[in-house]
């Protein structure tokens, strides 16, 4: 699958970023089951451990707008490498992926590469371990 728009939303989505004490600005953006676009950034606080990262704050308006399954999500940070996403990202990543579903490392508009949850987050503990 072509990735480039998703990668161009993220990087749309960094714009926004609130990051006056890192300067490291991130975007995402969420490609949900619907095909609905959501971006998102990070956005920093005075207390730092309020701050909330550009995946998280995607995935969030994607879930409380009803969309609960997300196909894709494409991350982008610094221009010249790829940026991953952090623990607790991937962390939530695993809560609404769907089956299959693909994350982006976005580097320039034009030059991505794509990883499986299972590639970054293996022995994911998921809603099923819960169950057992
Ligand atoms: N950050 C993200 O937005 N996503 C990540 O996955 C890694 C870290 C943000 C949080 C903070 O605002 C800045 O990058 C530096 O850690």
New binding site residues.
Partial sequence: MDYKNLVSKAFEGRKN?Y?P??N???G?AVLAEDGKVYTG????NASYGA?????RTAIFKAISEGNRAIKAIA?V?VENDY????GV?RQVIAEFASKDAEIILGKGESEYIVKTLDELLPGAFTKEDLNK
């Fill in positions: 970023a990051a004490y890192s490291f600005k991130v995402a950034c990070n956005i920093e701050t909330n990262c550009a995946e991350i940070g940026t991953y996403p952090c990202c």
